[in-house]
């Protein structure tokens, strides 16, 4: 599968932004989904994952409350809504797939990754 995310930029402490990843193939629906993100100097973390149908979500604890994963299988397409950001969030964002389709939180159970989108949150 390839992914390309988009949506990235800059925006202020406290607002806004939804990230998303359009993905190539006709099996979408089969894979689970995930964002990581990956600020300078710092290894890359997992943020949200969600899995094949939609049913299971899960969002890593720095994020909880204020991004939430979703996807559009008819579109081909998964998002992150961030709320709330802070300049701690600013990083390169990247999706990516999973073809066990199980929601999973680790950087090395992803098969396919998308190019990453760059997020700049001001003080």
């Known amino acids: 599968v390839q992914l390309q995310a988009s949506g990235g930029g800059l925006v202020q402490a406290g607002g806004s932004l939804r990230l998303s990843c359009a993905a190539s193939?006709?099996?979408?629906?089969?894979?689970?989904m995930g964002w990581f993100r990956q600020a300078p100097g710092k290894e890359r973390e997992f943020v949200a994952a969600i899995s094949g149908n939609g049913g299971t979500k899960y969002h890593a604890g720095s994020v909880k409350g204020r991004f939430t994963i979703s996807r559009d299988n008819a579109k081909n397409t998964v998002y992150l809504q961030m709320n709330s950001l802070k300049p701690e969030d600013t990083a390169v964002y990247y999706c990516a797939a999973d073809d066990s389709g199980l929601v999973t939180t680790s950087v090395s159970q992803y098969d396919g990754w998308g190019q990453g989108t760059l997020v700049t949150v001001s003080s």
């Open positions: 193939g006709r099996t979408f629906g089969s894979y689970a």
